[in-house]
């Protein structure tokens, strides 16, 4: 490749580009000055860069007059623009298979869930497993509607079983996320752990479902201590997290630190679980009046949105209307039902990934 770009002549006028998703392991001998000499990031695109790469691929799709592209872009965060491209491709699936001349808002709240999360997975669950799930994600959107402080508001709370997840609790940020303050980390700790304290107090038992949960729960409390100094270890890194060299490889942390110190992490570490977990167990306690209603909407509809937790917790029932769920024969075979969808922004999910948006 060297001996081909010295073929050219700077005067010349042309310019060669090239694309990897490596730069941590490119040979140096390309990046010298006169070889390939300025590297540009490019990063997931933005609130903007979103909605205007909705715009370029809306244009082949006849699009309803209700749908609103920023919107979309404003729950989409993190999404790629080819992520972007096959959400509204599977929306215009989801369209033409509901025979509407036109993608609307709902098509695309549910392709975008679908393109989040996973896909719906209709199972036979017997009502002892759903009363389960109903109140593991009621604990989640419970807790999750009491710490949040605006920016991380519930969007909505299910009980269908979507990729891995049996239930999911979705959340959508207001905006796009760069910077996340440890008084929200403590929220989102407190939150994660909202289902699994719920199975217990109401349920007297533990179950496995919580383990996803659990995991995000560790990670971000050992980078809390490790890597953001956000205990009283101090503001120093222990150990180095190559988390973001490189996507799809493991973790590892290179330990820089005493067997002492490692303990003390380890203390650090449980001091913010226990914190949050307590603090999530006497939301769950205090409200569990609202709890109950919670979980038992979900029973009844399946699928409440954010404003409906709000209701319950503020007016003890839910006030405006719940869509009920709409029979759509997706395959000829298994009728399926689909809650009704209205507009709204989501990033995150329940058990979501930490800082990002993620379902529980
Ligand atoms: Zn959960």
Redesign the pocket.
């Known amino acids: 490749m060297l001996a081909e770009m010295d073929g050219f002549d700077t005067t010349e006028g042309v310019i060669i580009i090239a694309a990897t998703n490596r730069p941590d392991v490119l040979d140096s001998a390309l990046l010298r000055p006169g070889r390939f000499d300025r590297q540009i990031f490019i990063d997931l695109p933005d609130l903007v860069g979103r909605e205007q790469i909705l715009r370029v691929h809306s244009r082949k799709l006849a699009i309803a007059e209700d749908v609103d592209l920023s919107v979309v872009a404003r729950g989409t965060p993190g999404l790629s623009g080819a992520e972007l491209a096959n959400l509204l491709n599977e929306s215009a699936l989801l369209a033409a298979r509901r025979n509407k001349k036109r993608v609307d808002m709902h098509d695309i709240e549910d392709a975008r869930e679908k393109v989040q999360f996973g896909r719906e997975r209709r199972r036979i669950m017997d009502d002892e497993d759903k009363k389960i799930v109903a109140y593991?994600?009621a604990?989640?959107a419970l807790v999750g509607a009491v710490v949040d402080d605006g920016d991380l508001p519930v969007h909505k709370v299910t009980i269908i079983p979507r990729g891995r997840?049996l239930?999911s609790?979705m959340y959508i940020p207001k905006k796009d996320i760069y910077n996340y303050a440890k008084r929200r980390m403590l929220a989102r700790l407190a939150t994660?752990y909202?289902?699994?304290i719920s199975e217990e107090v109401v349920l007297g038992d533990i179950t496995s479902?919580?383990s996803?949960?659990i995991l995000q729960a560790t990670k971000l409390a050992r980078s809390m201590v490790c890597d953001w100094g956000m205990s009283p270890l101090g503001p120093i890194a222990y150990g180095e997290n190559h988390d973001t060299v490189f996507l799809g490889r493991e973790i590892t942390r290179s330990e820089n630190f005493s067997e002492e110190t490692a303990r003390m992490i380890d203390i650090e570490i449980h001091k913010l679980v226990e914190e949050q977990y307590n603090r999530a167990k006497s939301i769950i306690i205090d409200k569990r009046a609202a709890l109950d209603q919670i979980a038992a909407a979900l029973l009844q509809y399946e699928t409440i949105e954010g404003r409906h937790v709000l209701e319950i917790l503020e007016f003890g029932e839910i006030r405006s209307p719940v869509l009920p769920p709409i029979i759509t024969n997706k395959t000829g075979d298994s009728p399926e039902k689909k809650p009704a969808e209205k507009t709204a922004p989501e990033g995150l999910s329940?058990?979501a990934p930490a800082p990002a948006p993620s379902p529980?």
């Open positions: 593991h994600e604990g989640h997840s239930g609790t994660l909202g289902g699994r479902g919580a996803s949960d329940g058990d529980a």
